[in-house]
């Protein structure tokens, strides 16, 4: 019998009784995150009473809130006074800039009330999430909020993939990157902050325009990215040496991932690449987070799910690229490169 390094304890009736509650000690951090615990404690270590009336918190449920945020560690207690772990206070207070909550707003406010339609979604193939029939990217263009937590979301999630791909790459031989679906350009910023000879183009839709600029305008980037406005399924994509796909071919199906991969091998100037990331799995799954973050594309978009790597390098063989390579990104995210010849 093979086993998994994270699979759970199955044990016993009080195992599969924690295994089936997990959901509620997530929903403590993501309660906090909303809260603005981590920020609110950012300043200064607070007493119980001083942090319940600075979170609004209802004495009812405070004590026990705030001692369960201790428990998992997210909080320390000196003194009688809270204050963050060394974690959260980096990663959580949103006032810093290595804010990594991006996610987790993003997983409170959409994928949390979704996974409480799985089972309908296991039986029915349809995403779960309100509003527009799951057009997420709809929602972004219509919903102001939305696209304000998609775009943390985003920034969050290649903040932890761009030193891992600066370092993954050849980028000496080359000097211009198309970053398709690149969102406001975040990564784009990180990778030109690593090999600043580089110069980057940012493709994505149109309303994402103003909040590249504004972006760009915070990160002092200097001209050196430009952005692009349109529709990678109405039209081409423009040419570069290397194109980077991240986070984007999961969002879709089959068929179209092998179309946008064809664009892409037209856009790619001879001797250049095509680099694409995401969560890929192996061919027999065994990392559970990869197949929840799957299991995430099928709440909440109509056809995406995660994919091989070997997926991933038929599609850009088909399409014409002479050499294919993968390679582990991080903990979660796998690399795949076609190269075009001269």
Not at 133 to 148: K, S
Not at 207 to 231: N, V, W, Y
Not at 297 to 308: A, F, K, N, Q
Not at 326 to 336: E, F, G, I, R
Request: proline content about 4%; hydrophobic content about 40%; some cysteine.
């Amino acid at each position: 019998m093979t086993t998994h390094a994270s699979a759970a304890d199955v044990s016993s009736p009080e195992a599969l009784i924690r295994l089936g509650t997990a959901f509620c000690t997530a929903k403590i951090l993501l309660s906090a995150l909303e809260l603005d615990i981590f920020s609110t404690l950012g300043n200064k270590p607070l007493t119980e009473a001083e942090l319940t009336e600075a979170a609004g918190l209802h004495p009812r449920g405070s004590r026990d809130f705030i001692t369960a945020l201790v428990v998992l560690g997210l909080l320390e207690l000196d003194n009688g006074r809270y204050r963050n772990s060394a974690g959260t206070d980096r990663f959580l207070d949103r006032h810093k800039n290595s804010y990594a909550g991006g996610f987790l707003e993003r997983a409170n406010s959409m994928l949390y009330p979704a996974w409480t339609h799985l089972t309908e979604a296991l039986r029915t193939g349809e995403p779960q999430v309100s509003g527009k029939e799951g057009d997420i990217i709809g929602q972004m263009a219509d919903e102001p909020e939305h696209l304000r937590q998609f775009l943390t979301m985003m920034d969050s999630l290649n903040s932890l993939v761009a030193p891992k791909l600066a370092a993954a790459f050849d980028w000496a031989a080359h000097s211009t990157i198309v970053d398709v679906g690149g969102a406001r350009g975040n990564l784009s910023a990180l990778l030109l902050a690593e090999h600043p000879h580089l110069t980057a183009s940012v493709f994505d839709l149109p309303h994402m325009g103003p909040e590249f600029d504004a972006h760009m305008s915070k990160l002092g980037t200097g001209g050196a990215i430009t952005f692009t406005g349109g529709d990678f399924f109405t039209g081409p994509l423009p040419g570069g040496e290397i194109l980077i796909m991240g986070h984007v071919l999961h969002n879709w199906n089959t068929e179209q991932r092998q179309g946008l991969i064809a664009k892409a091998y037209d856009a790619v100037r001879p001797g250049g690449a095509l680099l694409v990331y995401d969560r890929m799995m192996a061919e027999q799954p065994t990392d559970l987070v990869n197949l929840v973050i799957s299991l995430d594309m099928l709440l909440v978009t109509h056809d995406g799910s995660e994919y091989s790597a070997q997926d991933c390098r038929t599609w850009m063989a088909d399409a014409g690229f002479s050499r294919t390579e993968a390679k582990v990104l991080s903990n979660t995210d796998t690399l795949v490169v076609g190269h075009k010849e001269k």
